[in-house]
């Protein structure tokens, strides 16, 4: 703080050094929040801490304006309770306080926040105006708290003002659709009167994001019969529902109709396209629309990337990924959470663990699907007590909580390592504390760890004690441990099921079969065989390949 007090503090941007005793940038808060507005672009903390401390020297910290953009660059350094502290100081007297704060909060991806200062601001007696309502709606949407919203809706509806804001009916529109309710969304639509381009690209986003390309496509139609020409988010919505549905024909279709309209393909248009090859397993496609996306001069994104890089850990081409990870770092998204946490999905998955740790322990900032491809690659490799180590570390972290996913990683690492107590405790766990329901996967890895513990007639007992109806994986997984414990009782009744569910598979009476032939009963083996060739059930045959350097 010395060189603040002789007032010869040098802020650095870039490469450019901004002397603070300038008499000219002094003089102007707009000077100070184009600094702020940089700092928080670059997320350069220790550069606007310091600008900080000089605005609280000089005493011009008490500028609303400038407060406000404090609040936003810290919201963006992901220091919020920095971003509260600037909203302390400011007089509680002025509301524009709780605007720029819930706007911070929503704006940068905080939306649990959000919404608890949306309910202390209620609870100060302040009512909600047209410019914190969006910000609160856009939480309720990525939060998929769609009874919170409905609430703000209805506030909507009791005033005219509201009801007739374009703002607020695009943000409802989005948040129906966000949380999948499209009828909704579409009431709100048809409601608006007056319908502008950014009404309609919500509508028709809504529809192409929960899989209703063909419903997004008419309504397209529809806008250009009324003259409304679309831009190029409209096309971008249409390319990726249609990659969304796996129809890339019409999604390339589409990519080449909006050059026709006057539009170049962008980093989301591109994007969308190998998306969903990725999705639907043409991975040679993807790989080689992003080398025509390269070439055309458009620069990739980091969700170029991290959409491309599963495609490599689907074919275990470590090769490509390398060099994708050797691109990645070229144009500087290597640190990109989505990046980085695909990168470490791409490593496990073509066999590179220990690369994958290395990678996962030098992010400085991981998401929750970081954590989830880390613990099912240690699993998957057989590093179980590392994998348990590591969901362990997870639900220390304040800053990430488990979903489904890392329970079903955590719960094949038990499995794998015959840890049945430690599994049992975290199925309940699973529950108790963190109010995740059980699904599918969750019962198959239970019942694959009790099997594979011997207790077969416990793991009976608990598929019958299921709430909802077994699926091929759960009878599958009780059929595995019954075929390497020689149960032949237990084996005919999850094969019976497997048979039901699956009745042109042959997995199931193949590995009957098996089990029959290792208990010595040739008849009952032979029995089956007859019964496969007669009803000519299928074998799915596995295949596997190599990629020789």
Sequence with gaps: MRNLHTRTALFRYTHQKIPINNRSFQSSCESYANCIEKYGRDRALHSGRILHGYLIITGLVSSTYLSSKLISFYTQCGQISDARKVFERI?????????????AYSRHGFYQETLDLFMEMQREGRKPNQYILPSILKACANLSVVQMGEKI????????????????????????????????ARNVFDRMLDKDLVAWNSMVSGYAQHGFARDAFNLVEKMKILGIKPNLVTWNALIAGFSQVGDSEMALELFKNMRVDGFEPDTVSWTSVISGFVQNFRNTEAFDTFKQMVGSGVRPSSFTI?????????????????????????IGVEEDVFVSSSLVDMYAKCGFI??????????????????????FGYANHGYSNKAIELFNQMLEKDDVKPD???FTAA????????MVEVGQNMFHLMQEEHGIEPRLEHYACMVDLIGRAGELVEAYN??????????????????????NHGNIELAEIAAKQLFELEPENAGSCLLLSNLYADAGSWVDAERLKRMMKRKRLRRNLGCSWIQIA
Excluded at 354 to 375: D, P
Excluded at 462 to 481: E, N, Q, S, T, Y
């Design 462 to 483: 608990f598929i019958k004690a299921m709430p909802i109806r077994p699926d091929f994986f759960v009878w599958g997984a009780l059929l595995g441990a019954c075929r």
């Design 354 to 375: 220990f690369e994958a740790g290395k990678l996962f322990n030098k992010m400085h900032r991981k998401n929750t699907v970081t954590w989830n491809s880390m613990i």
């Design 404 to 406: 489904h996913l890392t």
């Design 91 to 103: 007089p509680k007297t002025n509301l524009r306080r709780w605007i720029v704060l819930i706007g």
């Design 306 to 330: 991290s959409s491309l890089l599963p495609a490599c850990a689907t074919r275990a081409d470590s090769k490509r990924g390398k060099e994708i990870h050797g691109y990645a770092l070229v």
């Design 153 to 184: 809706h209805c506030v909507v509806l009791r005033s005219s003002s509201f009801d007739s804001d374009a703002f607020i009916n695009c943000s409802l529109i989005y948040m129906y659709s966000k949380c999948g309710r499209l009828k909704n």
């Design 411 to 418: 719960l094949t690492a038990c499995s794998h390592a015959g």
